[in-house]
């Protein structure tokens, strides 16, 4: 299990709960002194908030959660964003729903409880009970199997789409988004179409295009974004040439976020309908520089000053098992005590960098525990909250 830290003891325990039902007293007598008394309420109850989720940041050891039923991949990807300090500052600034009904409802704001009461409990797991029918109140199946990249981006659209605080929800973009430029060359006029595009995750291949197997990330990227070219069936339409002729097809990095998400693609469909897992290795560094991956065609910053394109890892969903079959566990970078440690639902531990390579991959070991989803720090985001 997980070392322990001691912490000081606070003499009164404070949680949210004490704030949801708050009602400002008013008078009766005219409408605008109710307003204004309910106006006062509000803000007393938002300063609160704030009062409380600041004491979060005096908790330095990590708490599991409870698996309540194939729940190891919400687990996972919860403590993931949980222990990023970026996403936890966003998610504290949140607008609190007045309406007890409007809170269930809420998925940031669920999270926002769940992530209080692991931060304050003096337990070593939490059940993320609430959270979870939340959840399914947006058609998000409990007791079911997931893949950790689809629910990913369940999770993140929701919690976008309920921040109501426009600024808030920019930050949050701005965290995750990476921007591409894609482009189209035709072979036979030379003519180039652009077009913008945004990603929150890159989905790598495990195979490059002569289905030979990737073994670095580094590679992987390489051959995620090597150019394509068009020919025969897969020709493109040329409006200069006013036909259908041969191009060259490609995409360029023109902004990197502070929080990088990269899939590796290791569940893939054969024979038929049948999905089947690649175990086979595939190393990934602890520290990443895309100007030393890509090229200078492929990597093209708009903000050569502000995106250096230096990334620390900080976290690795793995999955062990098949692709019917299988489980999730997070090894996650502390931030706070500079420490790599394992969350496997209600169990934490502390673990070293050996330990996280295990996750590389062995396609000779059935219940190979392999990376899925690796997620890296910019570097100059190492200091910020």
């Not at 500052?89 to 309406?99: D, G, N, S």
């Not at 809420?106 to 003096?122: A, K, N």
């Amino acid at each position: 299990m997980g070392q322990r830290v001691g912490r000081p003891e606070r003499s009164k325990k404070i949680r949210l709960e004490e704030y949801q039902t708050m009602t400002a007293e008013v008078e009766e007598e005219e409408e605008e002194e109710e307003a204004e008394h309910t106006k006062d309420a509000a803000q007393k109850l938002s300063q609160k908030l704030k009062a409380i989720c600041g004491l979060a940041d005096l908790r330095n050891e990590p708490v599991g959660l409870y698996n309540i039923g194939f729940s190891c991949c919400l687990n996972s990807l919860l403590q993931v964003f949980f222990m990023n300090r970026r996403f936890t500052a966003i998610l504290r600034r949140i607008k609190v729903p007045y309406e007890a009904e409007e809170q269930k409802w809420s998925v940031p704001y669920q999270m926002l409880l769940l992530l209080e009461e692991m931060q304050q409990c003096r337990h070593k797991s939490v059940h993320p009970m609430c959270l979870a029918n939340c959840l399914s109140k947006h058609r998000v199946r409990l007791f079911v199997l997931y893949d950790a990249s689809q629910l990913f981006l369940i999770l993140w659209n929701l919690i976008k789409s309920q921040i109501t605080n426009l600024d808030l929800a920019e930050s949050l973009t701005d965290l995750y988004t990476i921007r591409l430029r894609e482009y189209l060359v035709c072979q036979k006029c030379s003519l180039e179409t652009k077009k913008n595009s945004n990603m929150l995750m890159l989905p790598l291949p495990m195979f490059d295009y002569d289905s030979h197997r990737v073994k670095t990330l580094e590679d992987s990227l390489r051959c995620f974004f090597a150019p394509e070219h068009l020919t025969e069936d897969n020709v493109c339409y040329c409006e200069r040439c006013d036909r259908k002729t041969a191009c060259l097809k490609g995409m360029k990095v023109t902004h990197l976020p502070p929080t990088l998400t990269l899939h590796l693609k290791r569940f893939c469909s054969k024979h038929g309908d049948r999905t089947q897992k690649i175990g086979h290795y595939l190393s990934f560094p602890q520290n990443l520089d895309f100007s030393q991956i890509l090229t200078r065609e492929q990597y093209q910053p708009e903000a050569p000053e502000e995106d250096s394109g230096l990334y620390d890892l900080f976290a690795v969903v793995a999955h062990s098992g098949s692709a019917s079959c299988g489980h999730y566990c997070a090894y996650i970078w502390s931030l706070t005590d500079r420490k790599w440690y394992c969350f496997n639902d209600s169990s934490v531990c502390q673990v070293s960098w050996d330990d996280v390579r295990c996750t590389y991959g062995h396609s000779s070991l059935r219940w190979s525990e392999t990376a899925y989803l690796l997620v890296y720090r910019k570097k100059e985001s190492a200091a910020a909250v």
